[in-house]
């Protein structure tokens, strides 16, 4: 669905000095710098997929959505989309894409919702059928009757980023751009966005591609992820092996009566209790998931157990702390 070969995007950086004195002599003897957004990237996402692209802020992330999508030529490299140039790809290729800034609205400010979404039909040269299936679908898993007669701009940020989830969906995009969509929102309005996206990445086919600082988005929509730092490649694969690539440390929750001392056992553990709750961390690699399973056993008289996966959270703090994997 996208190749991305050896990716450069440069740009010229003018450089004063503050002032009126930097601002003569910049204006004679102009010093520019030259910046890489993005800085030799190349991955591969597969039709279908919904693919995390983590970094920090200035990382390179929405300059390379926006060569993706053909707002940007790269300075260097190739990305094909489609397996086609994005740029060269026309009405074809925007026919095939939808795109979601979370700061930026798709939607007519001063008109309802509804005839946003009647736009979006002329516009794509909808058939009745299509559409119809499509705004059905949409209203009914976000929850946008009580939307719809409501102009944009009266619409609260929740309410208008579901709207906009909405709208980009009404034409049947094979893949979908998003780029922090759930900024600002509260709890209730991205666990729907989420649930929605996900729905439709599962049984639909439809590829995301998605930025994003909330890494419960990227756990709960992901299956693959890009970690990029400074515009250049640290990761490329599955979250899942992401996860155990930079947590090095697994943590087993035991409710009840202790029996003996796990310590004596599992020496490099942590062990913490409170109560008749038990909380176990253990380096994953000095100890097999046999071995800690056979000393809780002998150690408790085990009422509930509990094993707790690697958290996304612990693995983007270890990536952009410094620490490399073991």
């Not at 086609?84 to 939607?107: A, H, M, T, W």
């Not at 039909?121 to 949409?138: G, H, I, M, P, W």
């Not at 009580?146 to 309410?159: C, D, I, T, V």
């Not at 992820?225 to 899942?240: F, H, K, N, P």
Request: proline share 3%; with cysteine.
């Amino acid at each position: 669905m996208i190749t991305a070969e050896n990716l450069r995007k440069v740009y010229r950086v003018n450089i004063k000095e503050p002032g009126l004195k930097g601002a003569f002599e910049n204006l004679f003897h102009a010093k520019w710098q030259e910046k890489a957004a993005v800085d030799g990237l190349s991955f591969r996402m597969e039709e279908g997929r919904a693919l995390a692209c983590i970094g920090e802020n200035g990382a390179g992330k929405s300059t390379l959505i926006k060569m993706m999508i053909g707002i940007l030529m790269p300075t260097e490299g190739e990305i094909r989309v489609f397996g086609q140039n994005p740029r060269q790809g026309g009405r074809k290729y925007l026919r095939e894409i939808g795109v979601v800034f979370g700061q930026k609205s798709n939607l007519w400010t001063d008109i309802p919702v509804i005839e946003s979404y009647q736009a979006v039909k002329t516009l794509y040269k909808l058939d009745e059928a299509s559409f119809r299936q499509n705004f059905d679908r949409v209203v009914e898993l976000l929850s946008l009757e009580e939307l719809l007669k409501s102009p944009a701009r009266k619409l609260s940020l929740g309410q208008r980023m579901r709207a906009d989830i909405g709208m980009v969906f009404l034409h049947s995009p094979r893949l979908l751009f998003l780029d922090e969509p759930t900024i600002g929102l509260d709890i209730n309005v991205k666990h729907t966005i989420r649930t929605f996206l996900r729905k439709m990445n599962q049984e639909t086919g439809t590829g995301i591609f998605l930025t994003s600082h909330d890494l419960d988005d990227i756990d709960e929509i992901c299956d693959d992820a890009l970690v990029i730092s400074r515009g250049r490649l640290v990761y490329d694969g599955t979250l899942e092996q992401l996860k155990h690539k930079f947590v090095r440390d697994k943590m087993i929750q035991v409710v009840g009566r202790t029996e003996g001392d796990i310590r004596a056992v599992l020496p490099s553990a942590k062990v913490t209790a409170e109560g008749r709750v038990t909380k176990i961390v253990y380096p994953a690699g000095e100890y097999s998931s046999d071995e800690v399973i056979a000393a809780i056993s002998r150690s408790f008289h085990i009422e509930d157990i509990t094993i707790q996966e690697p958290d996304i959270d612990e693995v983007v703090s270890r990536i952009f702390g410094g620490e490399n994997p073991a």
